[in-house]
């Protein structure tokens, strides 16, 4: 069973709007939650990530949410841009260094 | 050269060929990861290395046989492999057991496509 869900596989959002990708898990014992971006022939790159001790971390245009009770997580991007289009992955961290990612959501921004 | 190298960028090979791919980190990290990304799966995390040591092996089959000669390289040694091993690996660098960030950085990946 999957851990982290990304339940839509795809976003379009007007270029200067808000862009929010959503993300859920399993396990209310995940601590450390991370997003990733990634471009077509790339690596995905990472993007933020937050701590189960806050729930909100802001970096620019971009800002995670964390509802610990709702086993959510959310990523804002705004005003989006075309440069944002990509695919974004959330994760969270099991221990031992291991990451678990979600499917993933294809952004695009229309100009 | 920076960040996370991998080569060969595509790889093509039949199911009896013997094929490796390199993955390279030069961002001073301890801990260097496999990945595989299937279509339309979400990315599957294959083998942890931390200072040259195999900590994680998420029960891949032993026709996958990872190598860590040192902090900075990696490899994936490749043999008798099926068709529905073709995909995306990807390979990624950490700071480690010892570090305090959890990031991983990640290379740009070889397309594997087996015949």
């Known amino acids: 069973d999957q851990q982290v869900k990304q339940n839509s596989p795809s976003l379009s959002v007007q270029e200067g709007r808000i862009s929010i990708l959503n993300c859920d898990y399993t396990n209310s014992m995940f601590d450390y939650f991370l997003w990733y971006k990634k471009y077509p022939a790339e690596g995905p790159t990472f993007l933020i990530s937050?701590?189960?001790?806050?729930d909100k971390n802001e970096d620019g245009r971009f800002t995670v949410f964390l509802n610990k009770s709702a086993k959510h997580l959310s990523l804002h991007i705004v005003p989006s841009q075309p440069g944002d289009s990509a695919v974004y992955f959330c994760?969270?961290?099991?221990?031992?260094?291991?990451?678990?990612f979600g499917q993933g959501t294809r952004l695009t921004i229309n100009p | 050269e920076t960040g996370v190298t991998q080569t060969p960028r595509h790889l093509v090979m039949g199911m009896t060929n013997k094929k490796s791919l390199k993955c390279e980190q030069h961002l001073g990290h301890n801990a260097m990861y496999w990945y595989k990304q299937s279509a339309k799966k979400p990315l599957e995390l294959m083998f942890v290395y931390n200072f040259k040591e195999q900590t994680e092996n998420n029960s891949v089959p032993s026709r996958f046989s990872p190598e860590c000669p040192n902090s900075s390289h990696l490899f994936l040694h490749l043999h008798t492999l099926q068709p529905e091993d073709s995909a995306l690996y990807l390979c990624?660098?950490?700071?480690?057991?010892?570090?305090?960030?959890?990031?991983?950085?990640f290379g740009p990946g070889t397309r594997l496509t087996v015949t």
């Open positions: 937050i701590s189960s001790i806050k």
């Open positions: 994760a969270v961290e099991l221990g031992a260094q291991k990451l678990v």
């Open positions: 990624a660098s950490s700071e480690g057991s010892t570090g305090v960030s959890y990031e991983q950085y």
